[in-house]
């Protein structure tokens, strides 16, 4: 394959993934097709499409010119030449670069569209935001400690208390595995939820407290089982970070078709999307 049909096959690919974007998805954009024109002569064209609506047949013709320099007046009357001889089949020409004025001229007269069909360069961009930059600071609450308040009327009410007057109890598992139920058994929320929720600013912080409050919320504490807390005192610090990162536009644009003369542009990316 040489570089000829390798930028014919391009073209295919993104009118392909303009008519989808324009919801024709029933047309099939084909490559290197021979049409018969009305002299009898058989024609190659680049790429080439037709579709039905309502009722109304349309038929294009694309002629690629994988050129490093700017088509001439001769290349598009050749074209237009291919044209005439074809029954109601528009033309569009691509190229890489671009199209001499007295080529702009003749193609503007006899309704022939002229296109380019590149990658971007910086002039495309003038008016264009090229490099999106995001700045993401981060807050991370750092806790310290969680204190449980018990409810010392109800453990006198209900715990019998060893002689000696000294207790050791425990709170097992992850954050997200201690609950805090109602009096009902029915949870109401969980250490690990309650770490997101502590209160702060956006700077960092050390020493902050705060205390969540209940009515009738109850933990379970081994080895004394569910035992009734007022609420859930927090000791901890927020720490801050801030990380940066930009999207280049250049990554992800795949093409751009501009028209050559009304100057017009569409972006291709590479996942399909035009703008």
């Known amino acids: 394959m040489n570089d000829n049909t390798d930028y014919e096959k391009f073209t295919q690919e993104i009118y392909q993934t303009l008519i989808n974007v324009q919801g024709i998805d029933t047309i099939d954009v084909k490559h290197n097709v021979k049409l018969r024109g009305k002299s009898g ?3 190659q064209i680049d790429v080439y499409w037709e579709y039905e609506i ?6 294009v013709a694309i002629e690629c010119k994988n050129y490093n320099s700017e088509v001439s007046i001769g290349k598009v009357r050749d074209f237009c030449s291919v044209l005439s001889d074809l029954l ?4 569009i020409m691509v190229t890489k670069v671009g199209y001499q004025s007295g080529a702009k001229k003749f193609a ?9 069909l590149r990658f971007p360069n910086d002039k495309d961009w003038e008016g264009r935001i090229k490099t999106i930059v995001f ?3 981060m807050v991370l609450p750092n806790i310290k400690q969680r204190i449980p308040l018990f409810d010392n009327d109800w453990m006198k009410a209900n715990i019998k208390f060893p002689e000696d007057g000294q207790m050791t109890y ?4 992850m954050a997200n595995e201690i609950k805090i139920f109602d009096e009902s058994g029915h949870v109401i929320t969980d250490f690990h939820e309650l770490d997101k929720k502590v209160p702060h600013e956006w700077d960092a ?3 902050l407290e705060h205390t969540y409050t209940y009515e009738n919320a109850y933990l379970d504490v081994q080895p004394l089982g569910r ?4 609420g859930v005192k927090y000791i901890y610090d927020v720490e801050t970070g801030t990380e940066e990162f930009q999207i280049d536009a250049l990554e992800t644009t795949k093409a751009i078709l501009r028209d050559a003369i009304t100057g017009e542009i569409k972006f291709f990316d590479k996942n399909g999307n035009v703008k």
Do not use: C, P, R, W
């Open 88 to 91: 109601n089949v528009n033309g």
């Open 54 to 59: 309502a009722g109304v047949k349309n038929k």
């Open 41 to 43: 002569q058989e024609h």
């Open 227 to 230: 035992i009734k807390i007022k």
């Open 170 to 173: 425990s709170l097992q598992g």
């Open 135 to 137: 700045q993401m600071k």
């Open 108 to 116: 503007d007269f006899y309704g022939i569209n002229l296109k380019e």
């Open 205 to 207: 912080a050390t020493g």
